[in-house]
T-cell receptor, first 113, second 112 residues
Framework: QKEVEQDPGPLSVPEGAIVSLNCTYS??????FMWYRQYSRKGPELLMY????GNKEDGRFTAQVDKSSKYISLFIRDSQPSDSATYLC?????????????FGKGTLLTVNP | KAGVTQTPRYLIKTRGQQVTLSCSPI?????VSWYQQTPGQGLQFLFE???????NKGNFPGRFSGRQFSNSRSEMNVSTLELGDSALYLC???????????FGPGTRLTVL
């Protein structure tokens, strides 16, 4: 079992839809949870991060972490064609190894005008 | 503030050769991490350097090595290249917060 599982999609939605992206993980030592967005031929760009459990909102994006279920989500409201990209979840442990990120394989999202 | 830069952007090598990739972090960032991205395995952590010391290491063979210089610039080296080393190699830099890693555009390595 991989440490982080993410449905690769692809996911295709109409403009304005609410998008839900998810990851599950097996390592209970993960404390930091991040979402990255990667456009084609670009490096990943950090969208949001959350420490431990809870919700965090930033504009149209909401990140949720449920450590009891080992499940994290990213919601995108009012999705736009410019949101079309691959979304990657990433996680790390507390302490000295927290610079080592473990990534999901990414979900390819297409938002159609 | 300039972002993370990586050189070269594209590289073609043959099996058995070695390659060196370079990464210049964001000014003031002292941590540099390297990742390999392939369609099959996704993004995998190679190693992380801080103040010229390797602080974290992933599960890659010894053919993959790196170093960091006093100005925080970093290089990674892959010796005895194999076809499976074809990938996008990404460098990320961060300051004091590990949760905020900024990625460069990557070097796409093709091994023939």
């Amino acid at each position: 079992q991989k440490e982080v599982e993410q449905d690769p999609g692809p996911l295709s939605v109409p403009e304005g839809a609410i998008v839900s992206l998810n990851c599950t993980y097996s390592n209970s030592a993960f404390q930091y949870f991040m979402w990255y967005r990667q456009y084609s031929r670009k490096g990943p760009e950090l969208l949001m991060y959350t420490y431990s459990s809870g919700n965090k909102e930033d504009g149209r994006f909401t990140a949720q972490v449920d450590k009891s279920s080992k499940y994290i989500s990213l919601f995108i409201r009012d999705s736009q064609p410019s949101d079309s990209a691959t979304y990657l979840c990433a996680m790390s442990e507390e302490g000295g190894s927290n610079y080592k990120l473990t990534f999901g394989k990414g979900t390819l999202l297409t938002v159609n005008p | 503030k300039a972002g993370v830069t990586q050189t070269p952007r594209y590289l073609i090598k043959t099996r058995g050769q070695q390659v060196t990739l370079s990464c210049s972090p964001i000014s003031g960032h002292r941590s540099v991490s390297w990742y390999q991205q392939t369609p099959g395995q996704g993004l995998q952590f190679l190693f992380e350097y801080f103040s010229e010391t390797q602080r974290n290491k992933g599960n890659f063979p010894g053919r993959f090595s790196g170093r960091q210089f006093s100005n925080s610039r970093s290089e990674m080296n892959v010796s005895t290249l194999e076809l499976g080393d074809s990938a996008l190699y990404l460098c990320a830099s961060s300051g004091t917060r590990a949760t905020t890693q900024y990625f460069g555009p990557g070097t796409r390595l093709t091994v023939l």
